[in-house]
């Protein structure tokens, strides 16, 4: 099995952006050395906590500073772009860094409704066009077709792999309807990752992309040299998403010594079913989970995201997972 990392560029409390992006870098020449196969940015919009909003722009940063770790987006939330504009901007990217580019794609906005109208400058579009703007995307990467006006220039002929991400069942069936690679974002909304894995297995049709179904899922990872440790520095990504719960901004936090007095039942409920699906501890546990994860739903491949609030406990969560994957393999 396959180990990636998606980063959100998370920005300390305290902290800067400028210094999340040389983090972010920080982190992916390591992923490189551990054995990392990609290395995969997000886009989000008007999330102070959060500071990969020009995706493509960040992975062309990261792609310059790293030699062999695939570099893309996990995701680019394609109805906030016209379609020629990101084969462009991954072909630009596909031509500088050759063989190491993925493009994925959502249909959320990333981001609150009036942020959606400012980014698509329209609330009519919902994200159930995504397949028609999926559609035009391959078109743009692949080979310009007798009669085309139209041509991405960089991005024809790229081919630059195309990925569908989802949390829900929607973009399970529509990767699988055109033969591409999956990954479910069962690292915050894991209730539908079984669901959507089976659908997406089953109606899966061999393409010119893909000639077997391949899946990723997403993890949250808290690895740390012992249990109590990891636990403790779990309640960074709690305390996240418990401001996320509230609208609050979410700034990366320092961990505290329990959850205690933070958050009420309700609230301990929701901050929980989203880290369902998350691995928490030493390296013995982590091994065992991973395991049994793998096992469950026999994916090919699975994306990490450690929401550390030390840069080293980050580095260090990383470390252990890819000794732990490499003991494994």
């Known amino acids: 099995m396959r180990y990636s990392i998606l980063d959100l560029a998370s920005v300390r409390a305290g902290g800067s952006i400028a210094e999340t992006f040389r ?20 886009e989000h919009h008007n999330m102070p906590g959060i500071a990969s909003a020009a995706t493509s722009v960040l992975i062309g940063y990261v792609g310059g500073g790293t030699k062999t770790i695939r570099v893309g987006s996990g995701g680019v939330m394609l109805p906030n772009h016209a379609p020629l504009v990101i084969a462009e901007q991954f072909g630009t990217l596909e031509t500088l860094y050759p063989g190491r580019i993925d493009l994925g794609i959502g249909r959320a906005p990333g981001s609150d409704g009036l942020t959606a109208r400012a980014l698509r400058r329209t609330l009519r579009q919902t994200g159930d066009d995504l397949p028609e703007l999926l559609e035009e995307l391959l078109t743009y ?10 041509t991405a220039v960089p991005g024809a002929e790229t081919n630059v792999p195309v990925w569908l991400l989802g949390s ?10 055109h033969g591409l690679p999956f990954a479910f974002a069962s690292h915050f909304a894991p209730d539908l990752l079984y669901e959507a894995i089976h659908l997406y297995r089953r109606q899966f049709q061999p393409s010119k992309h893909l000639a077997a179904p391949y899946v990723m899922a997403g993890i949250p990872l808290i690895a740390a040299d012992t249990d109590e440790e990891a636990n403790r520095l779990s309640t960074s990504p709690k305390q996240r998403f418990l401001n996320l719960v509230r609208g ?5 936090l320092p961990p505290v010594e329990s959850m205690d007095g933070l958050w009420n039942e309700a609230e301990r409920e929701a901050v929980e079913s989203k880290l369902a699906a998350a691995i928490i501890g030493g390296p013995a546990t982590i091994r065992a989970k991973l395991q049994a994860f793998q096992q469950a739903t026999q994916a090919d491949e699975v994306i990490l995201s450690t929401d550390a609030y030390s840069h080293a406990d980050r580095l260090r969560s990383y470390e252990l997972a890819a000794a732990v994957f490499q003991e494994l393999s």
């Open 23 to 42: 983090n972010t870098l920080n982190l992916a020449q390591h992923a490189e050395k551990w054995g990392y196969t990609r290395f995969w940015l997000a």
């Open 141 to 150: 990467l692949g080979p310009a077709a007798p009669g085309q006006h139209v």
């Open 248 to 252: 609050g901004t979410v700034f990366s």
């Open 168 to 177: 829900s069942t929607f973009s399970a069936q529509l990767a699988a309807h």
